[in-house]
C-alpha cells in the first residue's frame, strides 16, 4: 500500500509539446500539459463537458521520449506524483504551483503511414 499513498494517473490530450531543458548536470527536464475531460448531466439533462488543465514534468529518459514523440493534441496516459512547489514571481509575489512528475509515459494510437 505505501506505493498508492501519492500516485496520479490521468489520460487526456497534450496542450503544447513539451518544453525541454537540459539541467547544468545534463539531465533532460520536460515540461507540458495535459486536459482531461469530464461529462456529465445537468439539471435540466444537457450535455456538459468540464475540461481540466494539468501541468506536467518529466525528468530524464521520460522527458527525452517526450521531447521525441510527443506533439500537440496527441493522447496520452501519464502515471506519476504530486510535486508542490513555491516560488517568487517578478513582483515579489510568492506563487504556489502543484505538478504531476511523471514517471511513466503511454502514447495512444499511432502515426498514420504515408503512402
Not at 16 to 34: I, M, W, Y
Request: hydrophobic content about 35%; aromatic content about 8%; overall charge positive.
Amino acid at each position: 500500500m505505501y506505493a498508492l499513498k501519492n500516485k496520479v494517473q490521468l489520460i487526456g490530450n497534450l496542450g503544447n509539446a513539451p518544453e525541454v531543458k537540459t539541467t547544468e548536470s545534463g539531465k533532460k527536464l520536460a515540461r507540458f500539459s495535459v486536459a482531461t475531460n469530464e461529462s456529465y448531466r445537468n439539471a435540466k439533462g444537457e450535455k456538459v463537458t468540464e475540461t481540466t488543465w494539468h501541468n506536467l514534468v518529466a525528468w530524464g529518459k521520460v522527458a527525452e521520449i517526450a521531447e521525441k514523440y510527443l506533439t500537440k493534441g496527441k493522447e496520452v496516459a501519464v502515471e506519476g506524483k504530486l510535486i508542490n512547489r513555491s516560488y517568487t514571481d517578478k513582483e515579489g509575489n510568492k506563487k504556489y504551483i502543484t505538478e504531476v512528475e511523471v514517471n511513466e509515459l503511454l502514447m495512444f494510437g499511432g502515426d498514420k503511414p504515408t503512402a
